[in-house]
């Protein structure tokens, strides 16, 4: 059978680079600086899935659900038409917001032990719980990395796997937004990059002394002969775009 394909909506980005689109069910990393538009590509691939009928669920760590809304209305979307299909998880209370959950559910069981697992079987149960309620397809982590310093993570390699792992069986295709880790990062700082099955890059590229262009690249796509070539990324009436990068 022919392998679903999820469209991301950016032009020129599924037919060219993508060659028809993400596979469905895929862990696909969203990696760059501050400001190279990780989350609003996140958002608008959920927004137009769900404006055509594929529910989403967007779990904000870094900024408020309240932020995040006045950003995405800065861009032209309309959060509001895709309120019900799109739903936001506000974790951006981090720790506290868990430790409520954890104490209105009460007593934990064993396994759940420490304060961290408490954290992750919370969480989980509850991304578990709209997945039910609303057969949710997509998900994006605004961040994997300040998911991983709220559930501080003792074996990095480990829990990177587990959740890599839960991912796939919860059968959704999952964004994982992220800052590029710096050049001197030691290697388990990339065990998500050999775990992911794709990897979009997000820069801002110096062209000149005094400008930057926005440019996407997509590293890494399996089983897909994506284009690897860097592109420019351009955002206008509310439509991302890709062109060719001329180099
Ligand atoms: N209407 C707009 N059109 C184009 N770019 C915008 C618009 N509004 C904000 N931006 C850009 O979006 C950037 C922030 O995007 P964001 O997705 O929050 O980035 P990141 O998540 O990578 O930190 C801002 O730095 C700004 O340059
Ligand atoms: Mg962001």
Redesign the pocket.
């Known amino acids: 059978m022919p392998r679903a394909f999820v469209k991301t909506h950016i032009r020129g980005f599924d037919e060219d680079v993508l060659r028809g689109g993400i596979p469905q069910g895929h862990v696909v990393l969203i990696r760059?600086?501050?400001?190279?538009?990780?989350?609003?590509?996140?958002?608008y691939v959920l927004y137009h899935n769900a404006l055509e009928g594929t529910p989403g669920l967007y779990v904000t760590l870094?900024?408020s659900a309240g932020g995040l809304l006045e950003?995405i209305a800065?861009?032209?979307l309309k959060a509001t038409s895709v309120s019900d299909a799109l739903p936001i998880l506000d974790l951006s209370r981090g720790r506290e917001y868990l430790e409520e959950m954890i104490a209105k559910v009460g007593a934990l069981s064993p396994e759940t032990a420490t304060p961290g697992e408490a954290l992750l079987a919370v969480l989980k149960g509850k991304i578990l719980e709209l997945r039910k309620k609303r057969d949710f397809r997509l998900l994006a982590i605004?961040?994997w990395d300040a998911l991983e310093l709220i559930l501080e993570f003792a074996d990095r390699r480990a829990e990177t796997f587990g959740w890599f792992e839960w991912l796939r069986d919860l059968g959704v295709t999952s964004f994982l937004?992220s800052e590029e880790p710096a050049l001197e990062a030691p290697p388990t700082a990339l065990e998500e990059e050999f775990l992911a099955d794709g990897i979009i890059h997000?820069r801002l590229e110096p062209i000149s002394e005094t400008a930057f262009q926005r440019r996407v690249q997509c590293a890494k796509m399996r089983s897909v002969n994506q284009n690897s070539d860097d592109h420019t990324l351009l955002?206008?009436n509310?439509r991302f775009e890709v062109a060719r990068a001329i180099g």
Request: aromatic share 8%.
């Open positions: 760059g600086a501050s400001g190279t538009m990780k989350s609003s590509l996140a958002y870094e900024q950003h800065s861009l032209g605004d961040s937004i997000l955002f206008e509310g």
